[in-house]
């Protein structure tokens, strides 16, 4: 059974950094696109970052370029979401998802096309 299960979310003051993992099994997160979503209260998903099957490509929402790095680690069958420098606007339910498409759709649609596999999210709060 193909599944996605995030962690590493929790409360941090602004300035602080968190590290989520988004752990797959049942399949081999090494031949699929990964991305990391988000969703604030009343607000619709946004596309966070994603990274190539490869993991040598990656995209950046403008909204956390500079302060997020997306990396995988084939070993662990894990993809992770470094999250430096939060801001009270990064408060949301963070998601990761799996796509098999090609990876010039992916980041053509800011992560979006293809995302068949996702996970139940992890809530990131940033407050003082």
């Known amino acids: 059974q193909l599944q996605l299960v995030e962690s590493g979310g929790g409360l941090v003051q602004p300035g602080g950094s968190l590290r989520l993992s988004c752990a797959a099994s049942?399949?081999?997160?090494?031949?699929?696109?990964i991305a990391w979503f988000r969703q604030a209260p009343g607000k619709g998903r946004e596309g966070v970052s994603c990274i190539s099957s490869a993991g040598g490509s990656t995209y950046y929402a403008d909204s956390v370029k500079g302060r997020f790095t997306i990396s995988r680690d084939g070993a662990k069958n894990t993809v992770y979401l470094q999250m430096n420098s939060l801001k009270p606007e990064d408060t949301a339910v963070y998601y990761c998802?799996?796509?098999?498409?090609?990876?010039?759709?992916?980041?053509?649609?800011?992560?979006?096309?293809?995302?068949?596999?996702w996970g139940k999210g992890t809530l990131v709060t940033v407050s003082s």
């Open positions: 049942g399949f081999s997160a090494d031949n699929y696109a």
């Open positions: 998802a799996a796509a098999k498409g090609p990876w010039s759709l992916v980041v053509s649609t800011r992560c979006y096309y293809g995302m068949d596999y």
